[in-house]
């Protein structure tokens, strides 16, 4: 009996670690992602483009403080990504 207990929560405990897509040990514990790689990708893919476009916004508006009163057009740059299509809008002043 002594020699059962340990060998089942070995195989317990490698059959857990086997099914995790991610297990992460941390200050808040351990915690376990099951996520495959390719949503982990689109996760990453998502935050990479929110951040894109907060500092897009930014520069805009920074952009159009400055250059009021010049001659200004707007670009619109389309490129594909995993998920789609993504729309880029730049204004250009001569």
């Given at each position: 009996?002594?020699?059962?207990?340990?060998a089942?929560v070995?195989?317990?405990?490698?059959?857990?670690g086997?099914s995790?897509?991610?297990?992460?040990?941390?200050?808040?514990?351990?915690?376990?992602?099951?996520?495959t790689?390719?949503?982990?990708a689109?996760?990453?893919?998502i935050r990479?483009?929110e951040r894109?476009?907060?500092?897009e916004?930014?520069?805009r508006?920074?952009d159009?403080?400055?250059?009021?009163?010049?001659?200004?057009?707007?670009?619109?740059?389309?490129?594909?990504?995993?998920?789609?299509?993504?729309?880029?809008?730049?204004?250009?002043?001569d």
């Open positions: 009996m002594k020699r059962i207990i340990p089942l070995a195989v317990l405990l490698a059959g857990a086997a995790a897509q991610s297990l992460n040990i941390g200050p808040g514990g351990i915690s376990v992602d099951p996520r790689q390719r949503e982990r689109i996760d990453r893919e990479r483009e894109w476009r907060e500092r916004r930014y520069e508006r920074r159009w403080r400055a250059e009021r009163g010049r001659d200004c057009r707007t670009i619109t740059e389309t490129r594909e990504t995993p998920r789609g299509e993504v729309r880029r809008t730049t204004r250009v002043c």
